[in-house]
């Protein structure tokens, strides 16, 4: 079975300042992680994946994620945030072999100026 | 190239009324999603679509949801007797199915429905 968990529904940062947005998975198999955003009344664009290939993803837009197995983690981070930042971050989990994908229920992110 | 279109946009209905919404997924991408998304919530799966395969429907609500996907490509989600509780985002996304499980979905811009 597999699961996501992100634990915080919203963060607010300052505008500069580094961004940290946390998400834990549960999955039996290899999973694949990614990171989704999504602006107001927008569908949802790619941030970043893990393929297995890197422990440390690059995604667009600056933001990177590190997959952690031995604390089954893949949060987000970027060192400066923008006001364009501002949205809502889902995290996904899918195990290997399967079409089914998991979405966390989504981290709702504020830049102050 | 051209992404995942959904119209309409925003629909807008009264209570009891059917309503279908159409998706277009991006050209040669074989599987394709329905999600629902209500205000304040994480993305529910619906229905999936791969190919000549029978869809996975185990996310359907109820027997007033259906959906068809007709020549591999676009898709309909019909919804009967629509509640105000069907009230929410539907996003539709299409995944190009590789030899890998890696590759990701890609979304549309969703149909915002409104039963009042």
């Known amino acids: 079975a597999q699961s996501v968990t992100q634990l915080d529904s919203h963060v607010s940062v300052s505008e500069g300042t580094p961004v940290l947005l946390r998400c834990n998975y549960s999955?039996?198999?290899?999973?694949?992680l990614f990171w989704y955003v999504q602006h107001p009344n927008k569908g949802l664009q790619l941030l970043l994946k893990?393929?297995?290939?890197?422990?440390l993803v690059k995604g667009i837009n600056g933001f990177e994620a590190e997959f952690k197995k031995s604390e089954t983690s893949f949060h987000l981070t970027k060192p400066s945030a923008h006001m364009s930042d501002a949205a809502e971050y889902f995290c996904v989990v899918s195990a290997s072999g399967t079409y089914k994908y998991i979405f966390g229920t989504g981290t709702r992110l504020k830049v102050l100026a | 190239g051209a992404g995942v279109s959904q119209s309409p946009s925003n629909k807008v209905t009264e209570k009891g009324k059917d309503v279908e919404l159409r998706c277009d997924p991006i050209?040669?991408?074989?599987?394709l999603y329905w999600y629902r998304q209500s205000l304040g919530q994480g993305l529910e799966f619906l229905i999936y679509?791969?190919?000549?395969?029978?869809?996975?429907k185990s996310g359907l609500p109820s027997d007033r949801f259906s959906a068809e996907r007709t020549g591999g490509s676009v898709s309909t989600l019909t919804i009967q007797r629509t509640q105000q509780e069907d009230s929410a985002v539907y996003l539709c996304?299409?995944?190009?199915?590789?030899?890998?499980?890696?590759?990701?979905?890609?979304f549309g811009p969703g149909t915002r429905l409104t039963v009042l």
């Open positions: 999955s039996s198999y290899s999973p694949s």
């Open positions: 996304a299409s995944r190009q199915m590789r030899g890998d499980s890696y590759n990701e979905q890609f």
């Open positions: 050209s040669g991408h074989t599987a």
């Open positions: 679509f791969q190919g000549n395969s029978a869809p996975d």
């Open positions: 893990y393929t297995s290939a890197a422990t």
